[in-house]
T-cell receptor, first 112, second 113 residues
């Protein structure tokens, strides 16, 4: 069975500082990894995905994520956070099954 | 505009009264899915559908039904709602089940009294 862990419920950073949101996963086959963001009263929006290839994946709004197979991690990063990045972030994984498993989510707060 | 539309957005109802949450997508996507979001638990998949007339259980299917008679529609049915089904529900669609990102509706907040 596949699973996703987001070890931090909350991440607080100052605007302009680097932002990292952590994600580790467990799958039986090759992982398909995703990051989504959720703003208040809205559905989830796709940020980026890793399927195969380069371990550093670039996505929307200046976000990127690094796939690390040995550590089974897929951390989300942004070099310089903005106040508008404050939101709820979800990591998700799918393996050879068709089910998609989400982490519990990490609330990011960027203070001005 | 490409979108996934859910209705209603909010519903307060009572235990045992059957309800249906509709979901429609205009992107000709084959794969559709329903999730519930609960604090501290993230999103959990209820049911998914690979194509018309093909549905399968997710991680938390108990108490729910779905149907996929048309490609664009994927309604979620609660035959006899109970208070533990009070939650925020999301419908999503994608081109395929594997590598395609999912497009989400804006959610339906259900309160079962």
């Amino acid at each position: 069975a596949q699973s996703v862990a987001q070890p931090e419920d909350q991440v607080n950073v100052a605007e302009g500082n680097p932002l990292t949101v952590k994600c580790t996963y467990s799958v039986s086959g090759n992982p398909y990894l995703f990051w989504y963001v959720q703003y208040p009263n809205r559905g989830l929006q796709f940020l980026l995905k890793y399927i195969t290839g380069d371990n550093l994946v670039k996505g929307s709004y200046g976000f990127e994520a690094e796939f690390n197979k040995s550590q089974t991690s897929f951390h989300l990063k942004k070099p310089s956070a903005l106040v508008s990045d404050s939101a709820l972030y979800f990591c998700a994984v799918r393996d050879n099954d068709y089910k998609l498993s989400f982490g519990a989510g990490t609330t990011v707060t960027v203070r001005a | 505009e490409a979108q996934v539309t859910q209705n209603p957005r909010y519903l307060i109802t009572v235990t045992g009264k059957k309800l249906t949450v509709t979901c429609s997508q205009n992107m000709n996507h084959e794969y559709m899915s329903w999730y519930r979001q609960d604090p501290g638990l993230g999103l959990r998949q209820i049911y998914y559908s690979m194509n018309v007339e093909v549905t399968d259980k997710g991680d938390v299917p108990e108490g729910y039904k779905v149907s996929r008679k048309e490609k664009r529609n994927f309604p979620l049915i609660l035959e006899s709602p109970s208070p533990n089904q009070t939650s925020l529900y999301f419908c999503a669609s994608s081109l395929g089940p594997s590598s395609s990102p999912q497009h989400f509706g804006d959610g339906t907040r259900l309160s079962i009294l």
